[in-house]
């Protein structure tokens, strides 16, 4: 079975920062962080395959960094340099294909494994 728990969020003034955390269970091949603002589709944010193969999307591209942590069974997301339009709820998500399939482009759905999701506000 199949289980994600983000934890991290919060609410910091832009410019700031954050870590999410994502304890997860089992091995998982492809693992990412998805969010959705009020009001838009659900979007992919980074993904990481066991091999080491990281993509971010290009809104978050040199601000956050998508890491994993396997003696903890930990994936995190460090979130530099907020912007306001980083507001929304952030997901983790667990697949079982590496390579070019683990992706932030893939569909939420493609996904067999999410968690329940942290907040991020970020305020002006």
């Known amino acids: 079975q199949v289980q994600l728990v983000e934890s991290g969020g919060g609410s910091v003034q832009a410019g700031g920062a954050l870590r999410l955390s994502c304890a997860f269970s089992?091995?998982?091949?492809?693992m990412g962080w998805f969010r959705q603002a009020p009001g838009k589709e659900r979007e992919g944010v980074a993904t990481a395959d066991r091999y080491g193969l990281i993509k971010y999307a290009e809104s978050v591209q040199g601000r956050f960094t998508i890491s994993k942590d396997n003696t903890k069974n930990t994936l995190y997301l460090q979130m530099d340099s907020l912007k306001l339009e980083d507001t929304a709820m952030y997901y983790c998500?667990?697949?079982?294909?590496?390579?070019?399939?683990?992706?932030?482009?893939?569909?939420?759905?493609?996904?067999?494994?999410w968690g329940q999701g942290t907040q991020v506000t970020v305020s002006s």
């Open positions: 998500v667990a697949g079982d294909v590496s390579g070019s399939w683990c992706h932030p482009t893939r569909r939420f759905a493609d996904f067999p494994g």
């Open positions: 089992g091995p998982f091949v492809c």
